[in-house]
Structure formats: C-alpha cells, structure tokens
C-alpha cells in the first residue's frame, strides 16, 4: 500500500503536471470505485485543478467550486500517466481523469477491488476521511510521545493506526524501527524516554529519506513504479538475507495478509520473535535466539531424508 513517502510524490507531481489545468471529464470503467454520489462525479467537468493534499494515506484534488477527489489506493491501486484521451486498461483499469494536457489513469491490480474514489463538496466534507492520527513530520517530540503513549501496544501496531500516526504504514514502520533499534513487539508502556527519542529520531529520518529517494526517481516525470518492496530497504521484504549492518539473517513474523520483518541482533537482543504459525506447530521447539534458529536449521540439512 502507497504510504506517506510514495503519496506525496505522487501529489506533488500530480500538482507540477495537472495543477491549474482544467479536467474536461472523468471516464469511470468500474462503478464499483465511485463511493459517492451527490455531487455526481459528472461535476467535476470543465473544472480547474487548484492544488493538492494529503489526508493519511488517501490522496485529495482540489478542484474549482470546491470540490474535491479524494482517492484511496489501498493494496494495489495505482495512478499511471498518459497521453491525453489514452483508454482505460481492460482488466486493470478502474477510472481515467481526462486534463487538457494528459491522462491520468486510476488502475488496480488483483481480484479484490479495494480502491476508492469519492467526490465531495466543501472542506468540512474532507473531515470523516481524517483518522485523527499526528502527522510524523510535523509533531513536536512531545506530540509523538503523547500519541505512542495513548494506548498500550507493540510498537508495530502503534505506527501503523491510523488514529496515532498519519501515513504510516507495514513498509516504513519495519524500517524505521530497524533504524531505531527497536522490537516491533516492544510494548509503548515499557519504551524509555531515550528509546521514544530515538524512535522519534528514526521515524523523521526514515520518511525523509525515503520522500527524497523516491522524489529524485520521479524528477520531472511521474512516479512510475510505486511498490512496498524496494532493494534499498533495509529490512522490511528481505526476510531470509543478511542484514546489512550486522550480517544476521532477516526473521519475520507474518500474520493475516501482513509480516513484520526485522533483524534479531540489531533490534530483539538476538532473539528470534515467535512466529504465530510456526511457533504453534513447533510449540516448545521454537528457538529462542539466533543461535538455536541456526542449529535447528542446521539439523535438518543433516538429517537424511527416510
């Protein structure tokens, strides 16, 4: 899913390429994508696009007579840059927004079709979309510290709601707490002072860098490949490959449709995180640290096969 680095590229390229252009129609290939209905998506014709902003994950275009897109891409959607008047994707294709110069095409991957597309009227309609969550870059330290201490959970799921944190989702969560050293699974009522500061430290850092890489890779264009695994990353997909600061090997924890991933010697101590499935086949054979991970391993290359 686009998080808080990946959406704002894309706005601020939406708004250098479209902004102050009129948008002359809205082509919808999937009824299913338009979540409202009064104003009809048919008004936006013939409007200026007069800026761009960011609510959470979701995407907003600002048009003339106050009106406003807001665009959620969830898992799979994506935006795709074409020539003015280019036709929607068959099995792709969700939306097209036809400017005067160029089309911008609303597409989604896969069977389950999750993206969303609202058109609402005033800036006091843009509120329900707001989780309440504190922008990262823009919270003061006690800001961030008030919102990690709200409710008492892992560190993982803190960054990750919505209500706590604005933008954050599984990629750049796993990286910044690689950056900061820090056990997904930590709970917020145990962190330090020192540790909130360096989690604070690691979060601004972390969404910075990673607004600034994928600013460069855009330049002048559109952001062509947006996607939650990338080779630079530290951590988050490298499940089974060394990591780079110490060597060991990357674990993870998976659950539901998500996995945490993670470094045990630069993050847990060396210890090796139970994972829900594993641990409940292994029960008391789960390995407790590196060590005894590697053993096990190392066990059942030995072992022949009967």
């Not at 050293?181 to 690691?202: F, G, N, Q």
């Amino acid at each position: 899913m686009p998080e808080l680095p990946d959406v704002v590229v894309y706005l601020e390229r939406l708004g250098a390429l479209f902004g102050g252009k009129v948008l002359e129609r809205v082509r919808v290939a999937s009824p299913f994508v338009v979540r409202s209905y009064d104003p009809p998506i048919g008004a936006l014709a013939g409007k200026r696009l007069l800026g761009t902003r960011r609510i959470g994950k979701r995407l907003v275009l600002a048009f003339e007579g106050e009106l406003f897109v807001v665009i959620h891409l969830m898992i799979a959607g994506r935006l795709v840059l074409k020539d003015h008047g280019a036709p929607i994707p068959k099995r792709l294709g969700l939306a097209a927004f036809d400017f005067e110069n160029g089309t911008l095409l609303f597409t989604e991957a896969g069977t389950q079709k999750r993206a969303s597309l609202h058109v609402v009227k005033g800036e006091a309609a843009l509120a329900p979309f707001s989780r309440g969550g504190v922008e990262p870059l823009e919270a003061s330290l006690g800001e961030f510290r008030a919102a990690l201490k709200a409710e008492n959970h892992t560190l993982k799921r803190s960054l990750t709601d919505p209500r706590l944190f604005s933008g954050i989702g599984n990629a750049y969560s796993d990286e910044i707490l690689f950056h900061a050293a820090l056990s997904p699974v930590k709970l917020t009522s145990r962190l330090t002072d020192a540790e909130i500061e360096r989690l604070y430290d690691a979060t601004r850092t972390t969404l910075v860098d990673w607004t600034d890489r994928l600013r460069k890779d855009s330049g002048d264009g559109f952001p062509g490949k947006v996607t939650a695994f990338r080779p630079e990353m530290a951590v988050h997909g490298k499940y089974g490959e060394p990591c780079a600061a110490c060597g060991t090997k990357i674990q993870r924890i998976r659950y539901a449709s998500n996995e945490v991933n993670y470094c045990p010697r630069c993050q847990t101590e060396g210890k090796v995180l139970a994972d829900r499935g594993l641990s409940r086949l292994l029960r008391g054979d789960w390995p407790k640290s590196i060590e005894e991970l590697e053993e096990m391993k190392a066990r059942r290359v030995e072992t022949p096969k009967q």
